[in-house]
């Protein structure tokens, strides 16, 4: 029998990755990438392709491949998607997964990075906006704001993000609060702009319109 989301969850080598790779980022003076962020990512992953209908196992998958998907950055920042996909396969592979879901778990986590990602099935399309919806002052581990960098501004200044899906099933919408009193909204265009151009691709994957509102105002 296949391995569930909770499995991999309570497994510890996937767990101590996870939490090494985000040491590693803090160091490197990023904003939390550890247990908080990749359980959103793998339970709003979840939530997108439920609410789409799709199979239930593929909805685990998609949460599997959300849970791991960050575990690259152990390696370095820089292509963490690629040196995560192959982190994943060996340690999937080893716990005897199927080399089809194997496949595609790896697949979405080596395009869920916006500088070289694609939405190549479903599976990557709900990781990418799931990833890239995660933007929330709670990630922010600089507790000095004035010496904050235009990410800590950005993340500081978003008090609540929300991801979803429209009962009739046609568009995704993500919508920011923003305290423009830390970041204004073109600082967060600045830095995310890629992001969101990743976002609508994935939705139209799925067949949805991406919407972005930033304090009640339609940007995209």
């Known amino acids: ?29 990023f904003t939390e990438h550890s247990f908080a962020h990749v359980t959103r990512v793998a339970e709003m992953a979840g939530y997108i392709l439920s609410t789409m209908g799709y199979e239930p196992r593929t909805v685990e998958v998609a949460k599997i491949a959300g849970y791991l998907h960050d575990i690259g950055n152990l390696v370095n920042r820089v292509d ?20 089809l879901e ?27 906006l799931a990833d890239k919806s995660d933007v ?25 993000s929300e991801l979803k899906i429209n009962e009739a099933h046609t568009l995704i919408k993500l919508k920011l609060t923003v305290d423009t009193r830390f970041g204004s909204v073109m600082d967060y265009f600045e830095i995310f702009m890629g992001r ?19 304090n009640e105002q339609q940007l995209i």
């Open 1 to 29: 029998m296949s391995m569930t989301y909770e499995q991999i969850k309570d497994n510890e080598t996937i767990q101590i990755y996870i939490a090494q790779a985000d040491k590693s980022l803090a160091a490197l003076g």
């Open 136 to 160: 929330c002052r709670s990630r922010v581990r600089n507790q000095d704001i004035q010496n904050f960098d235009i990410h800590d501004r950005v993340n500081y200044s978003v008090t609540k």
């Open 80 to 99: 963490h998607s690629q040196s995560g996909a192959v982190m994943a396969f060996r340690l999937l592979d080893n716990l005897g997964f199927d080399p």
């Open 196 to 214: 969101m151009l990743l976002c609508r691709k994935a939705a139209e994957k799925l067949g949805l319109q991406f919407k972005l509102m930033i």
């Open 102 to 128: 194997i496949a595609t778990i790896v697949t979405a986590i080596g395009n869920h990075d916006e500088g070289t990602g694609v939405p190549v099935d479903e599976v990557a399309a709900a990781l990418i």
